[in-house]
């Protein structure tokens, strides 16, 4: 059964990101020097309102909101990787949920990855056959709680073809409606390159079902611009850089 794997080249997610950030630089909402995180944990934007820097997450259509790998040994199984990129989620998870005792009691199989040298694509195959998803609903809340604690905290989303919503709390005072949907966590194997046969496992947050917000940085459909425009950058702006 062909599999599919991750294209190459940058993603459609960092572009995305580009386009809100241009899109808000346009609008002088944005410093010129701003640029998207890319596969950082910093926010992937800001924008000004009334003399004041707002994190920004910035989000495609169906992406994952945070993902963190896995790693096995035979003593612990399956854990955290210690060298995730997201370090926040994995305390997230480890101090909010029960997912990863969970997952040690679901995938019981000894993954071929992490157990074999000179792995073949028979290995990988077996590993994606052998440990089906494992997924869990979850609160709105628990999303938000997931922004709202980074450092800096971050209290504004926007979805590609959905809209712009406040995470928690609208300390701006936008006017905007909350976040919503039916997230879940996903653990799952991914193939990450069919052709050079590598594969990881992963944990994810998902959240299909988002109705959409009337407000829109790219005003799909004629939605409301959340900001109001005008000159919201001036003053001192040391503080952020």
């Known amino acids: 059964m062909r599999r599919k794997s991750i294209p190459k080249g940058k993603n459609k997610g960092i572009k995305y990101e580009e386009k809100i950030n241009n899109i808000l630089k346009e609008k002088n909402l944005q410093l010129s020097s701003t640029s998207s995180a890319g596969a950082s944990d910093a926010p992937d934007g800001y924008f000004w309102y009334d003399e ?49 005792e969970t997952i ?43 922004y709202n604690v980074k450092q800096p905290p971050v209290h504004y989303i926007q979805i590609q073809e959905r809209g712009f919503f406040y995470l928690g709390q609208d300390i701006a005072g936008l006017g905007v409606p909350r976040i919503n949907g039916n997230p879940y966590l996903r653990a799952r194997v991914k193939t990450r390159s069919a052709s050079n046969n590598k594969w990881g496992f992963l944990v994810a947050i ?36």
């Not at 612990?76 to 909010?96: G, H, Q």
């Not at 993954?111 to 195959?125: M, Q």
């Open 104 to 146: 040690n009691n679901t995938w019981v199989e000894i993954p071929r990855k992490f157990t074999r040298n000179n792995l073949a694509e028979e290995d990988r195959h077996w590993d994606l056959d052998h440990f089906t998803d494992i997924k869990r609903s979850i609160d709105v809340s628990y999303i938000e709680l997931f």
């Open 206 to 241: 998902k959240m299909p079902g988002i109705k959409p917000s009337k407000f829109d940085l790219e005003q799909f459909k004629n939605r409301k611009f959340p900001v109001t425009l005008g000159e919201h950058i001036k003053g001192s702006i040391e503080k952020f850089m």
């Open 52 to 100: 004041n820097r707002y994190p920004l997450e910035i989000k495609k259509q169906n992406a994952d909101f945070a993902q963190v790998e896995l790693r096995w040994d035979e003593t612990s199984r399956f854990t955290f990787s210690e060298n995730s990129k997201n370090p926040e989620f994995v305390i997230f998870l480890n101090e909010n949920t029960d997912f990863l």
